[in-house]
């Protein structure tokens, strides 16, 4: 499925300080892990949380 040109800012995560030359590809996996943990602290917090 193509996306229309017109909603590309929209769908485009800018990431500031970051190490030179390093690539989005680089970063994915970072990402998704991050997501990831945030959607599971999201849904149950105290499985995660110590206390």
Not at 10 to 36: C, D, F, H, K
Not at 38 to 50: K, Y
């Given at each position: 499925?193509a996306?229309?040109?017109?909603t590309k800012?929209?769908?485009?995560?800018?990431?500031?300080?970051?190490?030179?030359?390093?690539?989005?590809?680089?970063?994915m996996?970072?990402?998704?892990?991050?997501?990831?943990?945030?959607?599971?602290?999201?849904?149950?917090?105290?499985?995660?949380?110590?206390?």
């Amino acid at each position: 499925m193509a996306l229309a040109a017109d909603t590309k800012a929209a769908r485009e995560l800018y990431l500031g300080n970051l190490p030179a030359g390093i690539t989005g590809q680089q970063w994915m996996p970072w990402i998704n892990v991050s997501v990831i943990l945030a959607a599971l602290v999201l849904l149950q917090p105290s499985s995660l949380v110590p206390g």
